[in-house]
């Protein structure tokens, strides 16, 4: 699949057949991968009429934090930016996860200016008021981004 848009025509195909939309959601979840994320993302934020919305919103939760997980563990900043980036414009479809995505990103932007604004971005967008500001009071989270506006 060349673009995420060129499997759109599959929802049509789930509302006509509910079984295949189940089967679908079988599958994903049994081999999730970023490109599945971003492609259930995708379906969810142009309001396709999928049957088993609930079920692909959990989907993007659950995988959103299986991702944000391993990127931590790996250490790999640069995909897990691209990722907060993804999640940031994902709408309230990881909504359920933000408060678990940014605990289990935070340790890691302590020492990454570029992973903290990342983070900075997705939080402002997701988490609650009283959650957002907690991190904004937060001085190791604070200190890199305070790094990355004076080297600009």
């Known amino acids: 699949m060349d673009s995420i848009g060129q499997a759109d025509p ?3 195909v789930f509302n006509e057949y509910p079984d295949v939309e189940k089967a679908a959601i ?3 979840r ?10 259930v993302l995708h379906w969810l934020n142009n309001d396709y009429a999928l049957n088993r919305r609930a079920d692909w919103i959990d989907f993007a939760n659950e995988s959103a934090l299986l991702q944000t997980r391993a990127l931590v563990k790996s250490k790999d900043s640069a995909r897990l930016i691209a990722l907060l980036h993804t999640l940031a414009s994902a709408g309230d479809a990881v909504s359920d996860s933000a408060s678990n995505i940014a605990e289990i990103a935070l ?3 302590y020492r990454d200016a570029a992973l903290a604004e990342a ?3 997705f939080a402002a967008v997701h988490l609650e008021a009283a ?5 904004l009071n937060n001085p190791q989270f604070v200190k890199p981004l305070r790094l990355c506006c004076v080297k600009r």
Do not use: M, N
């Open 10 to 12: 599959v929802v049509s």
């Open 26 to 28: 079988d599958e994903i």
């Open 30 to 39: 049994a081999a999730p991968s970023s490109t599945a994320l971003k492609l």
């Open 107 to 109: 340790p890691l932007a």
């Open 119 to 121: 983070l900075l971005v």
């Open 131 to 135: 959650d957002f500001q907690r991190l």
